[in-house]
């Protein structure tokens, strides 16, 4: 690929990345990770420890910083015993 088109397509994903409704929908997303890891009454190290990610991780998670991978997501919701549609139902 040029670099031309390189560079371009990197702006493209940062744009995309940054956009305000895909903030929402990652602070959004955060707040469906909390909700069931704290009726749990799980620390965020132990849930982050039994989904094999960094407690930082994690924390940026249900915080809206960072836009989790799906991988992720499903380490997340087999360590909170939910579905992985859970995460997304408003």
């Known amino acids: 690929m040029p670099r031309a ?3 371009a397509r990197r702006n493209y994903r940062s744009d995309a990345r940054s956009a305000p409704e895909v903030i929402l929908a ?3 997303l955060g707040k469906r990770i909390r909700q069931p890891r704290e009726e749990q009454n799980l620390s965020q ?3 982050a420890e039994h989904a094999r990610l960094a407690a930082k991780h994690l924390q940026d998670m249900e915080h809206g910083r960072t836009n ?4 992720s997501l499903v380490g997340l919701a087999k360590a909170l015993g939910v579905d992985l ?3 997304f139902e408003e």
Do not use: I
């Open 5 to 7: 088109c390189r560079k």
């Open 26 to 28: 990652v602070e959004s």
């Open 45 to 47: 190290e132990h849930l």
């Open 68 to 71: 989790p991978t799906v991988a």
């Open 85 to 87: 549609r859970v995460l």
